[in-house]
């Protein structure tokens, strides 16, 4: 009777192993998968004009015959390497994906290390994944051709007795943003002359007066009919923005406030409002970037004022937390986060530049 119970409950698990193996057991069969189709533009447009343009892909859902989660990946690398050092543009479930012709360029240039102004071809393909042990069903790649463009582009300058003198290393810089674009703040004397340059130097290329009188030029500049044709600057005496578009040729100037920052603190003498007392009016270099030179107090702190007076902008040092800022200070950790000068008592020259971010001193 044992026996015979025994053996009855022994066919009965394998009555059960037997029905769990056959309904959940999924045999992955490769030869019946059918991987994505890759679906792309067969051309795009790089360049500043439409770098906020949508550049489209979408790809078919991969068949693997089974019920099973997917990831799909969309790479590109160039022509020829055989997706070697390819960049993973996507990688989800989703089964189409949207770039900007932006950050394409900025992928092309920055991850592909594609030169600008040079066209490459490139290729495309869809990878799915379900497993590290299964192989990758790839789509066939496809592949256009793209010519990144500039991201940076070299500064023009300006020489001349109304931007500081006829002197190159006084050479007024004008950064640039966006091609043949250039724009900063100077100050400009009457009734004196001035020269753009496309180098801090006096060769080999110039822009003076005539070369923008098929465009339009602003009212406060004239020829100054000396022997380079100049412009003359007839305004009053004082900061203007200038911007110059070498493309449509044009010369543009407004009227702007004297850029100003002060430091004040402790670490220079004491907490006078900025614009009086102990509080150190910094010298304008170029848009955005200022030098002064005071006393520094070991241990004591400062803080930079964007007006003679404390409000409404001042810089501390957690708002220069994304660049650099001089061994020598710390923060003070007061209410303010003020800088603090941890450097040996002394006389220093410090130079804020806003555009990078960096705070730097050097000892007198």
Same mark, same amino acid.
């Given at each position: 009777?044992k026996?015979?119970? &025994?053996?009855?409950l022994?066919?009965?698990?394998?009555g #059960?192993?037997?029905?769990c193996?056959?309904k959940d057991?999924?045999i992955?069969?490769?030869?019946?998968?059918?991987?994505?189709?890759l679906t792309?533009?067969?051309?795009?447009t790089?360049s500043m004009?439409?770098?906020?343009?949508?550049?489209?892909?979408s790809w078919?859902?991969s068949?693997?015959?089974?019920?099973?989660?997917?990831t799909?990946?969309? =790479?590109?690398d160039t022509? %020829?390497?055989?997706?070697?050092? !390819? +960049?993973?543009?996507? /990688?989800?479930?989703d089964?189409?994906f949207s770039i $900007?012709?932006?950050?394409? &360029?900025?992928a092309?240039?920055?991850?592909l290390?594609?030169?600008?102004?040079q066209s490459?071809?490139?290729?495309?393909r869809?990878? /799915?994944?379900i497993s590290?042990?299964? !192989?990758?069903?790839? /789509?066939?790649s496809?592949? #256009?051709?793209?010519?990144?463009?500039k991201?940076v582009f070299?500064?023009i300058?300006?020489i001349?007795a109304? @931007?500081g003198?006829?002197?190159?290393?006084?050479?007024?810089?004008?950064? /640039?943003?966006?091609?043949?674009?250039y724009?900063?703040?100077a100050?400009?004397?009457q009734?004196q002359?001035f020269?753009?340059?496309?180098?801090?130097?006096?060769?080999p290329?110039?822009?003076?007066?005539? +070369?923008f009188?098929s465009? $339009?030029i602003?009212s406060?500049?004239?020829?100054?009919?000396?022997g380079?044709?100049?412009? =003359?600057f007839l305004g009053?005496?004082?900061?203007?923005r #200038?911007?110059?578009?070498?493309? $449509?040729l044009?010369?543009?100037?407004t009227?702007?406030p004297e850029?100003?920052?002060?430091?004040? %603190?402790?670490?220079?003498g004491g907490?006078d409002q900025?614009? @009086?007392g102990?509080s150190?009016?910094m @010298?304008?270099?170029k848009?955005?970037v200022w030098?002064?030179?005071a006393?520094?107090?070991?241990?004591? !702190?400062f803080?930079?004022? !964007?007006?003679?007076?404390?409000?409404?902008?001042s810089?501390? +040092?957690?708002?220069f937390?994304?660049?650099?800022v001089?061994p020598?200070?710390?923060?003070a950790?007061? %209410?303010d986060?003020?800088?603090?000068?941890?450097?040996?008592? %002394?006389t220093y020259?410090i $130079?804020?530049?806003l555009n990078?971010? @960096?705070?730097?001193?050097?000892a007198q």
């Amino acid at each position: 009777m044992k026996y015979i119970l &025994n053996s009855i409950l022994f066919l009965f698990v394998l009555g #059960i192993v037997s029905s769990c193996t056959q309904k959940d057991l999924t045999i992955y069969n490769p030869d019946n998968a059918t991987g994505p189709t890759l679906t792309m533009p067969s051309s795009v447009t790089m360049s500043m004009d439409n770098k906020a343009d949508s550049v489209e892909f979408s790809w078919t859902p991969s068949d693997y015959n089974l019920q099973v989660a997917v990831t799909y990946s969309l =790479q590109m690398d160039t022509v %020829g390497d055989n997706f070697a050092n !390819a +960049y993973t543009l996507y /990688s989800g479930a989703d089964d189409h994906f949207s770039i $900007t012709v932006g950050d394409l &360029n900025s992928a092309l240039m920055g991850q592909l290390e594609l030169p600008a102004e040079q066209s490459a071809s490139v290729e495309f393909r869809v990878v /799915s994944n379900i497993s590290d042990n299964v !192989a990758d069903l790839n /789509s066939a790649s496809q592949s #256009i051709d793209l010519t990144p463009y500039k991201t940076v582009f070299p500064p023009i300058y300006m020489i001349g007795a109304a @931007t500081g003198g006829w002197d190159t290393s006084l050479a007024v810089e004008m950064p /640039s943003t966006e091609p043949n674009v250039y724009s900063t703040i100077a100050k400009f004397t009457q009734d004196q002359a001035f020269r753009f340059f496309a180098q801090p130097d006096w060769g080999p290329t110039s822009y003076n007066y005539p +070369y923008f009188e098929s465009g $339009t030029i602003s009212s406060l500049l004239e020829n100054a009919q000396d022997g380079d044709s100049n412009f =003359q600057f007839l305004g009053a005496t004082g900061y203007y923005r #200038i911007t110059v578009n070498l493309k $449509t040729l044009t010369v543009d100037m407004t009227s702007v406030p004297e850029p100003v920052m002060y430091m004040t %603190g402790a670490a220079i003498g004491g907490w006078d409002q900025p614009g @009086t007392g102990a509080s150190v009016k910094m @010298t304008f270099v170029k848009e955005n970037v200022w030098k002064g030179t005071a006393d520094f107090i070991s241990g004591e !702190a400062f803080r930079f004022f !964007a007006q003679a007076d404390w409000g409404p902008t001042s810089y501390n +040092y957690p708002y220069f937390a994304d660049g650099t800022v001089d061994p020598m200070l710390e923060d003070a950790q007061d %209410g303010d986060n003020n800088f603090k000068f941890t450097g040996t008592s %002394g006389t220093y020259e410090i $130079t804020l530049n806003l555009n990078d971010l @960096t705070v730097t001193m050097t000892a007198q």
